[in-house]
């Protein structure tokens, strides 16, 4: 058994090696982002208006997750934060929150 321990912390190792550290979003890729799968059916009269379901940066973000996910889209944790944080940085400036932020 102690020879498969090897091979196993090796790999654990190296894992923790290819991290990459937590970085904050970039909201102008974020932007791009948007403006590529968002933007034409998004737009000021979606977050524009009165009455917005969001209520928080947690609410933004999840928002983006749910779209994400029915649509398809494909995008990464790193994606989704980048949107969000485009999101609340141009329609709704609640405080973010988060590994986001």
């Not at 991290?19 to 909201?27: G, K, L, M, W």
Request: charged share 25%; aromatic share 10%; with cysteine.
């Amino acid at each position: 058994m102690k020879p498969l321990r090897a091979p196993r912390i090796a790999f654990a190792l190296l894992a923790l090696a290819l991290v990459v550290p937590a970085q904050a979003a970039d909201a102008e890729r974020g932007r791009m982002l948007y403006g590529l799968r968002c933007g034409e059916c998004h737009s000021e009269s979606v977050h524009g208006r009165a009455h917005r379901d969001a209520r928080n940066f947690g609410e933004v973000l999840s928002y983006v997750v749910r779209w994400n996910s029915q649509l398809g889209i494909g995008w990464r944790q790193e994606d989704i934060n980048d949107v969000a944080r485009y999101v609340n940085d141009t329609y709704y400036g609640f405080p973010c929150e988060g590994p986001a932020c």
